[in-house]
């Protein structure tokens, strides 16, 4: 299961109610900052979330809409000792323009304030947790070196109460090795294999995150069977010419991707204040009902087949 929160969603410029872009995936004890806009800090306290493990960034692409708020970030944890090390993770041209931007702007020569990484992706996995991997595949938009990110839980064996009690297998360790499937000696000398207790392979839940983009016929095969799809959709229809002029989507161009590689849901982000959101989501609706469009602090739970929203200050009812 992933959770993906929503901090910026609008395109290019904030609007009243939408930052720039900014979402914060999170499974078990990580936390990813896929892009930040300017003001994206402001959002990310108002979220609740706070700024605790917020340690690795992922950038889709250098634009400013999506990197200038790294600047005051990084000045805040100049002052705030709040993480140990800062990982920023983007293509090469995305990385020059951070680069230019924290080490000649903002530090100026002084030393950051932990130790700041800023790591070059290619094509291809470049993260791997215990149960998931993370892989970064190519984006064609304005600009070289622009990424999408694929968050893949891996297949696992789910584990069978009822056989492990016919068995007789005692709860607690024995049980989590044949989990991690590796076969145990019982007390009484039985070994038990992980087969006797594992049921049959079961895909992991996939999440893609695409940002700004203009063209899906090579994302196709990249995201296949998605459980949930994120992307841009910063045009209409109507105006698709300027979509293809400034390598945008449309929300129909977005939906149509979403039901050619088979996604479950979709969401839409990156919307213009030009449009209104009940238009953009008539549009993508009409190709795939399956869609929403975020809006700021929105916040869902991302499993197989299943997206749910839910409230990020469950307390307060705000
Ligand atoms: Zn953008
Ligand atoms: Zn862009």
Known sequence: MFEIVFLGTSASAPSIHRGLSAQVVIHDEYRFLIDCGEGT??????????????????????????????????STFMRWETIDSLEIYGGKWALERVRDLLFGVVLRGAQPPMPLHLYEIETGMFLEGDDFNLTAFPVWHRGPDCFGYLFEEKPRRPFLPDKAEALNIPVGPCRRDLVNGQPVTLPDGRVIQPDDVLGPEKPGTRLVHIGDVGRTSDLVDVCR???????????????????????????????????????????????????????????????FPETVVARDFDAFQVKRSDLTKFDLHPEDGS
Do not use: W
């Open 225 to 287: 069977g998605v459980d949930t799809m994120v992307i841009e959709a910063t045009y209409l229809e109507e105006e698709a010419e300027m979509a293809r002029q400034f390598a945008h989507m449309t929300a129909k161009g977005a939906a149509e991707l979403a039901l050619d590689c088979e996604a479950k849901h979709l969401i839409l982000t990156h919307i213009s204040r030009r449009y209104r959101e009940r238009d953009v989501l008539a549009e993508a609706r009409a190709i």
């Open 41 to 74: 800090q402001r959002q990310i306290l108002l979220s609740g979330l706070g700024f605790k493990r917020m340690n690795r960034i992922l950038i889709t692409h250098g634009h400013l809409d999506h990197i200038l708020g790294l600047a005051g970030l990084l």
